[in-house]
């Protein structure tokens, strides 16, 4: 049910306007961090407030709503995020990545390959990829204008003289358009290949920060990296202990105080779907192992 | 070609006319000009508040001059976007600035910090870059096993040493030098000074270096400006000028070094 008190998505129909337009700049300038007025939300930052008004302003009452967090769908974070639209806009809600039209995440792509017509949108807590390099927002601005980057490299320099390779794992600069660097939000590197020609829209929001970025459909991202140190996308080296998958993004769970411990795929959508089709992994309860 | 002919064919690299600039009713410069030829030293002496850091700012682009050309070899600076500007002052000119803080990544290893010009202009080459770290922390008498440090665990001197290394591992024309040596004490001067003159012969830059030290000028400059108030006072050769200071303010700047 809807609660009368709130317009449909809560956010009234002034601001979800003013959003759209920051929308359809960012789309129109792939990979710019458009400013918008972003708006207290009943949430504190941190919590995907920036997500949260992206996917307010993009619901409409036909729309089928997916929340994760770190991948998964049960998670405090998903599951508030998910009965705050459920109850503000009474939109059907989830868990199946393919029957999703829009899907809010925090710090994952889902593994299943997502198709045109679907909005992916994205919780950033720090758009800004130069920040940590660079604390002037004026100066930041000024590179990104001027396309000075090298200084992104230095940073990558400093993980290879640091680690002997690239250690950065999450949050992995990316180059789009051979335009703007940008900060895909902190999803694992796993993920980074799946920003380039994706068929669905993928909107960025940073509430605290009040920057709205985007990636229209089948959009250029190149990660940054040495020719001699070039980029890859890794994971655990292990499959899933429940479903047996060998190529999805794997949490590492500690299980004891022995260092036993198990790995599962961070998609929790698609692991049960795998094991719904039968698939069992190295804990699954034995009897029908089909690898 | 003989020397002669080279003076006579070879056009400034660096022009100045009429160079102005006012704080308010205050001057900071006033109608300064000057040309510098290829692989030149030219050394701006005066006491504190002569106008000399000014210049050198206006001069490098920190600030912008209120009056005057500035022709980088024939094009005028001044009229320059701020983008071309900025490539500039990472390609063709470098800045050591006289505390080592100011010009250095404190954050970022000594190899971070000497590749980061590199990377800014195109290198993307993890090897390449760190090879010529390691030739440039060897050419300013940085260990090589300290290319991973920070500078913060750097020495004042060693800091400096790195600041220059930074600073001209892209080949750059002309050099702008803020005091270089200040803050260091005599015998890191000494070989600060050795280092920088050895670097200059050999890649045949273009120096404007603003001091008070006079014995920084007489080893490394060429020519020599000074400035008082605001105005240049006197310019020459700068065995001529010391020897032979014919401006007051130049005489009384000469007598007052101490003699050990």
């Keep these: 049910m809807t609660d009368q008190a709130y317009n449909f998505a809560y956010l009234d129909e002034q601001t979800k306007?003013?959003?759209?337009?920051?929308?359809?700049?960012?789309?129109?300038?792939?990979?710019?961090?458009?400013?918008?007025a972003s708006r207290e939300m009943p949430?504190?930052?941190?919590?995907?407030?920036?997500?949260?008004?992206?996917?307010?302003?993009?619901?409409?009452?036909?729309?089928?709503?997916?929340?994760?967090?770190?991948?998964?769908d049960d998670t405090t974070n998903a599951v508030s995020i998910r009965r705050f639209f459920q109850r503000t806009a009474g939109v059907e809600t989830t868990e199946h990545t393919a029957e999703a039209t829009v899907i809010q995440t925090r710090h994952r792509i889902p593994e299943q390959p997502l198709s045109e017509g679907q909005i992916l949108v994205y919780q950033v807590p720090i758009p800004e990829p130069l920040r940590f390099l660079e604390p002037r927002e004026t100066e930041t601005r000024k590179m990104h204008e001027l396309e000075e980057y090298g200084l992104m490299h230095v940073k990558l320099y400093e993980d290879i003289a640091r680690h002997g390779e690239i250690a950065t794992a999450y949050a992995y600069p990316v180059k789009v358009e051979g335009r703007y660097v940008?900060?895909?939000?902190?999803i694992p590197k796993f993920d980074n290949p799946k920003l380039a020609g994706n068929p669905a829209i993928q909107l960025f929001?940073?509430?605290?920060?009040?920057?709205?970025?985007?990636?229209?459909?089948?959009?250029?991202?190149?990660?940054?990296?040495?020719?001699?140190?070039?980029?890859?996308?890794?994971?655990?080296?292990?499959?899933?202990?429940?479903?047996?998958?060998?190529?999805?993004?794997?949490?590492?769970v500690i299980t004891d105080d022995r260092g036993t411990r198990m790995f599962v795929c961070s998609d929790t959508d698609f692991c049960a779907s795998r094991q719904a089709q039968g698939h069992r992994g190295r804990l699954s309860p034995q009897g029908d192992n089909k690898p | 070609m003989t020397l002669m002919q080279n003076a006579i064919t070879a056009a400034p690299l660096l022009s100045v006319e009429g160079l102005t600039k006012r704080y308010g009713p205050r001057i900071g410069c006033a109608d300064v000009g000057f040309e510098l030829y290829p692989g030149e030293v030219l050394g701006i002496v005066g006491?504190?508040?002569?106008?000399?850091?000014?210049?050198?700012?206006?001069?490098?682009?920190?600030?912008?001059?209120?009056?005057?050309?500035i022709l980088f070899d024939g094009a005028d600076v001044l009229a320059f976007s701020e983008a071309e500007r900025r490539r500039l002052l990472r390609g063709d000119w470098a800045y050591v600035h006289q505390n080592p803080r100011d010009g250095?990544?404190?954050g970022?290893?000594?190899?971070?910090?000497?590749?980061?010009?590199?990377?800014?202009?195109?290198?993307?080459?993890?090897?390449?870059?760190?090879?010529?770290?390691?030739?440039?922390?060897?050419?300013?008498?940085?260990?090589?096993?300290?290319?991973?440090?920070?500078?913060?665990?750097?020495?004042?001197?060693?800091?400096?040493r790195l600041q220059i290394a930074r600073n001209l591992v892209t080949g750059p024309r002309l050099v702008f030098m803020d005091e270089p040596t200040g803050g260091l004490d005599v015998s890191v001067q000494a070989r600060l000074l050795d280092l920088l003159r050895g670097l200059v012969r050999d890649l045949g830059l273009s120096v404007v270096i603003v001091t008070h030290d006079l014995?920084?000028?007489?080893?490394?400059?060429?020519?020599?400006?000074?400035?008082?108030?605001?105005?240049?006072?006197?310019?020459?050769?700068t065995d001529q000028v010391l020897d032979d200071p014919q401006h007051a303010y130049t005489q009384l700047l000469v007598s007052s070094v101490l003699q050990v």
């Design chain 1, 182 to 186: 940008m900060d895909p939000s902190p």
């Design chain 2, 108 to 160: 970022v290893s000594a190899g971070g910090n000497v590749g980061e010009r590199l990377m800014a202009v195109g290198a993307r080459n993890y090897a390449a870059i760190r090879e010529s770290a390691t030739d440039w922390l060897g050419r300013v008498e940085i260990a090589a096993d300290r290319i991973d440090d920070r500078p913060s665990a750097f020495s004042g001197g060693m800091q400096q």
């Design chain 1, 205 to 252: 929001g940073a509430g605290r920060e009040a920057r709205i970025y985007a990636l229209p459909p089948y959009s250029d991202v190149v990660s940054l990296d040495f020719e001699d140190h070039p980029f890859t996308a890794s994971k655990a080296d292990h499959a899933c202990d429940l479903c047996g998958s060998a190529t999805s993004y794997l949490d590492e």
């Design chain 2, 47 to 69: 006491e504190s508040g002569s106008g000399k850091s000014t210049l050198l700012s206006c001069l490098a682009g920190h600030q912008r001059p209120d009056q005057g050309r």
């Design chain 2, 104 to 106: 250095l990544r404190m």
């Design chain 2, 215 to 237: 014995a920084v000028v007489r080893l490394l400059a060429d020519r020599l400006m000074v400035m008082k108030s605001g105005r240049v006072v006197e310019c020459g050769l």
């Design chain 1, 17 to 36: 306007r003013m959003i759209r337009r920051a929308l359809l700049k960012a789309l129109a300038v792939p990979g710019y961090q458009v400013p918008f």
């Design chain 1, 43 to 72: 949430m504190p930052y941190g919590w995907g407030t920036g997500g949260v008004q992206v996917t307010a302003a993009c619901l409409t009452p036909d729309d089928r709503l997916k929340v994760i967090d770190q991948g998964a």
